[in-house]
């Protein structure tokens, strides 16, 4: 028992870490290029990340960009319909595609 609850207070200590002196987060842009339904991939996209998650993936094919939107909408619960599934693919296609 006294093994359980050292672990436990060790587990927990980090909770309690404090820092005395201002934390600036740095602000980062990302660019995204601007296109047709360009509003519609903002809605449906930055509801759970920044645009830096597209343009770090740098040009892909078509089959890459369905796979990601549907790996949103299957494994992460994304409310994406399949009209606006459709427009996001083909704006990150005609904007980040790399033409296959």
Known sequence: MKK?????????????AQVDEKVEV???DFPIKMGKEFATVQGQC????????IIN???QS?????????????A?????SDKDAKI???YLVEHYGNGK
């Open 26 to 28: 740095p602000y980062v």
């Open 46 to 53: 930055l509801m759970c990340h920044s645009f830096g998650y």
């Open 76 to 80: 992460f619960k994304a409310p994406i």
């Open 4 to 16: 359980l609850i050292l672990v436990a207070l060790l587990a927990l200590t980090p909770l309690a």
């Open 57 to 59: 993936q740098g040009p």
């Open 62 to 74: 078509r089959k890459h960009w369905k796979h990601v939107i549907k790996k949103m909408v299957v």
């Open 88 to 90: 996001v693919e083909d």
